[in-house]
């Protein structure tokens, strides 16, 4: 989900999971089966990979300076906030870049997100009334989020890295052996050698296989450093 960010402070082999605060941000729902994704569900799935692509871009790499304002157990966290995975509390932080640009700020002036409701005594983000004023805004101007009816163009998704999309994955391979050279993103890195592609001239994601090295496996030596080295190298970069 583009509400939380994986960040690595100075000096720091292991990043920490933050969450943006004050802010909800649609998440990327996978068709399972035969059940088909709703109108609305693939809008927001648009929205997500929109919002990803925007911090991808500004980002990967750059320098950010980050504020704990609160943090939330996941039976308390407010309605459409990032859920935790794991067992202890998510912390909620106003993370900025460029000096004083609140990165949830950028994205909600994108109408890529919306304002999280919160009480007059909660804890928030200090810049919530921003927030507020900038969702109203990209409201009226039917921004991202806002802009959805059941009349507009929706451009879908294709995973082709999923076991059910065998049969289209064996179709799209002729097309990667016409067009040697395309310019990719490194959505997720399964292993050393095993990745998720995103073809975005195709809005295509796949999966690739690195030949010529064989890496370490799973429970290997050295399998562990393989796989954050590739991570660190090539995750979220073109």
């Not at 500004?58 to 320098?63: A, E, I």
């Not at 943090?71 to 990032?82: D, K, V």
């Not at 039917?142 to 082709?160: P, Q, T, W």
């Amino acid at each position: 989900t583009p509400g939380i960010l994986l960040v690595k402070p100075n000096g720091s082999t292991e990043p920490i999971r933050m969450a943006l605060a004050s802010i909800k941000a649609p998440r990327m729902i996978r068709e399972e089966g035969k059940e088909k994704l709703t109108r609305t569900q693939l809008y927001d799935n648009l929205m997500a990979f929109n919002a990803r692509e925007m911090l991808r871009k500004k980002l990967v790499d750059g320098t950010v300076i980050c504020f704990l304002r609160y943090e939330r157990s996941g039976q308390q966290q407010p309605a459409g906030a990032a859920p935790a995975k794991s067992a202890g509390p998510m912390s909620f932080w106003d993370v900025y870049v460029d000096g004083n640009n609140n990165v949830a700020l950028m994205l909600m002036k994108e109408g890529l997100v919306q304002v999280v409701s919160h009480r007059a005594t909660d804890p928030k983000s200090h810049d919530y009334d921003s927030l507020c004023l900038a969702e109203q805004r990209a409201q009226s101007k039917k921004k991202g989020l806002f802009a959805f009816s059941e009349g507009i163009e929706i451009r879908r998704i294709n995973d082709l890295s999923i076991e059910q999309s065998a049969q289209q994955s064996t179709q799209f391979l002729p097309f990667l052996q016409r067009n040697a050279n395309m310019q990719c993103i490194v959505d997720y890195v399964f292993s050393a050698s095993h990745l998720k592609l995103l073809l975005p001239s195709e809005f295509t994601l796949f999966s690739l296989n690195l030949s010529g090295a064989r890496p370490p496996k799973q429970g290997e030596k050295y399998a562990d450093k393989a796989l954050e080295f590739v991570k660190s190298f090539i995750h979220m970069r073109e």
